[in-house]
């Protein structure tokens, strides 16, 4: 299981913007890439990323192998309600990989 790093606010106003940091443990493999052997590393990237918040989707990027390993992501939102935020990511190789975290909304 993939290494996760998710930072949030643990309580935020109503209409407030927030800021969601996530990382999360990943080699993203190029595909161009030989190992000490000489053979190329097949390529393994992680491909999107998707937020819903109490199952609305609410932020969504698409990666590509010119991201760095372990790729970090950050965006803003604006809170109008408290629930829960389910981050996944999806990616080559059958990589896919589900967080949540709760929002509460004051």
Excluded: C
Excluded at 67 to 86: E, H
């Amino acid at each position: 299981m993939p290494q996760t790093l998710i930072t949030l606010p643990k309580q935020v106003r109503s209409g407030q913007m927030v800021t969601l940091q996530a990382m999360i443990g990943h080699p993203m493999e190029t595909g161009q890439r030989a190992d000490a052997q000489g053979q190329i590393v097949p390529k393994d990237i992680v491909r999107r990323m998707r937020v819903h918040l109490n199952q609305v989707l609410i932020f969504e990027v698409e990666l590509f192998a010119a991201v760095a390993a372990n790729p970090y992501v950050a965006f803003d939102f604006r809170a109008t309600a408290s629930g829960t935020l389910r981050l996944t990511w999806e990616g080559d190789r059958g990589f896919f990989h589900s967080e949540e975290v709760k929002l509460q909304v004051a």
